[in-house]
T-cell receptor, first 115, second 110 residues
């Protein structure tokens, strides 16, 4: 089975801090994604990557950056955390071509609170 | 975007089958039907997907209507662990991001 591991289940940070969320997948998948999920707004794509060192903006990239130095690891960085970034953050991975119909496999999520 | 319609909620008894309907009347010929579920306080979990033929895996079965305008996810014997929100979505050519609607909240009674 595919395993996507997010470094923290729950995280509390303060406004202005730089926050790192880590994600590791063990299935050699080419594609990795970061979403946030908020009540009433559903799932929204922040950034994605289709190869090592490649990254593309999703729908809501403002205030975030990402890093993919190794194939199995995709990091999300909140440059200067703000209260409106309090959310559930979900990492996903997917094999094959980015546009293929293979499913995405998710981690358990990180519930991030910014105080 | 191709849309799906699902009931808001369904209830089932433990060890009984659950049939979750999904309508997608505007589906195009190249759209795949995917099902995910999300247990409370967890990330979404892939369940099953298909194009035209019925599909079975260890988690569930997917029955696709002949005209492909609807489909049904079948959980053969519901357990308490199957209580979750179930999302039916379509993915077509060029789709790389997922977007969930409200889904169907499944409650399983012991």
């Amino acid at each position: 089975d595919v395993k996507v591991t997010q470094s923290s289940r729950y995280l509390v940070k303060r406004t202005g801090e730089k926050v790192f969320l880590e994600c590791v997948q063990d299935m050699d998948h080419e594609n990795m994604f970061w979403y946030r999920q908020d009540p009433g707004l559903g799932l929204r794509l922040i950034y994605f990557s289709y190869d090592v060192k490649m990254k593309e903006k999703g729908d809501i990239p403002e205030g975030y950056s990402v890093s993919r130095e190794k194939k199995e690891r995709f990091s999300l960085i909140l440059e200067s955390a703000s209260t409106n970034q309090t959310s559930m953050y979900l990492c996903a991975s997917k094999t094959a071509a980015l546009m293929s119909n293979q499913p995405q496999h998710f981690g358990d999520g990180t519930r991030l609170s910014i105080l | 975007d191709a849309k799906t319609t699902q009931p808001n909620s369904m209830e089932s008894n433990e060890e009984e089958p659950v049939h979750l309907p999904c309508n997608h009347s505007t589906i195009s010929g190249t759209d795949y039907i995917h099902w995910y579920r999300q247990l409370p306080s967890q990330g979404p979990e892939y369940v099953i997907h298909g194009l035209t033929s019925n599909v079975n895996n260890r988690m569930a079965s997917l029955a696709i209507a002949e005209d492909r305008k609807s489909s049904t996810l079948i959980l053969h014997r519901a357990t308490l662990r199957d209580a979750a929100v179930y999302y039916c979505i379509l993915t077509g050519r060029g789709d790389y991001k997922l977007s969930f609607g409200a889904g169907t909240t499944v409650t399983v009674r012991a």
